[in-house]
């Protein structure tokens, strides 16, 4: 299933090594393209264009697109206790998580009588997306929505695609998800229509414009989000799924093998990449994929994932060379099977996973992390999805009339310097007198 490049002996610059391995650009370039498409679509025509959408993608006509509060009160009446127990556990864990990225007020006495303050202030609205196409997601639920809760933000919106199977209602357990939040705005949209309503709102809907919005998907909602951004804010393209595993001989390939099938069950176009310096280790994997995938309930999305261009087994001369591999690629998740992992060396990812305890799966639900994380290399200079994807720094400054004096005659030569003596005279004013 999974093809073997050897790096061993070859030139280690960080675009060779990216090169090996490459992205599905061409994939997301189509993506790009129909995003904006349906985005205009959207922009233009409102709920028309969303209900012709849904009949198109979804297989569905004639729903509910804003979703009544009746629905989302029943599907969490009709919840599995189970399923409530361990979300309820996802929610506090995520909660207590997210709490420690709010960044306390700060003052800087600049002098005597200057200060600035520094405050985090949240957005007032946010849209959050939950995927609902191949699989359903309530982790992603909490994962959207208790850090904008944790920031601040009064109004929480959430869209997910209408299911056929469930007469055009979004998935129950994504409703009732959403009701353990207090989440009662919600919407059966999906897909890039979905972000171009958040972006542009839709009045027939009584759906506002949001502030920011947050949520994984596949390409075509990553892409919308590159479309709307500069009209609204938006986290990283969190596209389809990537799991990139560096280990050497001393790793478990068994475990290796059922984190990297793990990932590539949700989606065709997921990247599975394992980077190791061992010929034995590299073949072991290899055969427990062929045979673990084959016995999962997605074998054929998971034996298309591996098989595309994005997928590979990567031997290198040495986990230096490794590591280095891992931060030119930065990938989503990163998994490190490592006698001596040293996770600060890799400092290109959107989330590292440490050891053979901690797999992506334990991310995904219940470690109390994000998993809304940037793909497609974004993690070179993208963060995860957090509190502060929905705060925003605002600074207050406070001077009294001795420490603008102080600083009067520099302001003035500055201004002059920049021929902008306007600026200098809006200081020495307030000296006239």
Request: proline share 6%.
């Amino acid at each position: 299933m999974l093809r073997t490049i050897d790096l061993r002996g070859r030139a280690s610059a960080p675009s060779d090594l990216l090169a090996a391995v490459p992205r599905a650009a061409a994939a997301r370039d189509e993506a790009l393209a129909t995003a904006a498409a349906v985005v205009a679509d959207v922009a233009a025509r409102g709920e028309d264009a969303l209900r012709e959408q849904a009949e198109r993608f979804d297989g569905v006509a004639g729903h509910a697109v804003r979703v009544p509060e009746q629905h989302v009160d029943d599907a969490l009446a009709a919840l599995d206790p189970a399923i409530r127990a361990a979300l309820e556990t996802a929610i506090d864990r995520v909660r207590r998580a997210s709490a420690a990225q709010v960044p306390a007020p700060v003052v800087t006495e600049i002098g005597p009588g200057a200060r600035i303050e520094q405050h985090w202030r949240p957005v007032r609205r946010a849209g959050v997306y939950v995927p609902g196409g191949k699989a359903v997601y309530p982790s992603s639920v909490v994962m959207n929505v208790v850090p904008a809760q944790v920031a601040g933000v009064t109004q929480v919106a959430l869209a997910s695609p209408p299911q056929r199977d469930h007469d055009g209602r979004v998935h129950p357990v994504i409703l009732a998800a959403a009701r353990l939040l207090g989440v009662t705005e919600v919407y059966a949209m999906g897909g890039a229509g979905a972000i171009g309503a958040y972006a542009h709102g839709v009045g027939s809907l009584g759906l506002d414009p949001v502030d920011v919005i947050s949520g994984p998907g596949n390409n075509f909602v990553a892409l919308a989000k590159r479309v709307v951004a500069g009209m609204v804010g938006t986290d990283s393209e969190a596209g389809a799924t990537e799991i990139l595993v560096v280990a050497d001989a001393s790793a478990d390939a068994g475990l290796i093998a059922a984190d990297l099938i793990s990932q590539a069950e949700h989606d065709e176009q997921a990247a599975a990449v394992l980077v190791t310096d061992s010929e034995e280790l590299a073949d072991a994997v290899a055969a427990e994929v062929d045979v673990r995938a084959r016995r999962t309930m997605h074998a054929a999305r998971i034996a298309q994932a591996f098989a595309g261009p994005q997928s590979a087994v990567v031997l290198v001369d040495d986990i230096e060379t490794a590591t280095a591999f891992s931060n030119a690629y930065a990938p989503e998740h990163l998994e490190l099977h490592l006698r001596d992992p040293r996770p600060a060396d890799f400092v290109n990812a959107g989330a590292v996973f440490v050891g053979p305890w901690t797999p992506v799966s334990l991310g995904d639900y219940l470690a109390g992390s994000n998993h809304v994380l940037p793909t497609g290399g974004q993690a070179r200079y993208a963060a995860g999805l957090s509190a502060s994807t929905f705060l925003r720094p605002q600074q207050v400054i406070t001077y009294d009339r001795d420490a603008l004096a102080q600083v009067r005659d520099e302001i003035v030569t500055l201004a002059n310097a920049e021929v902008l003596p306007a600026h200098g005279e809006a200081v020495t004013a307030r000296f006239d007198a």
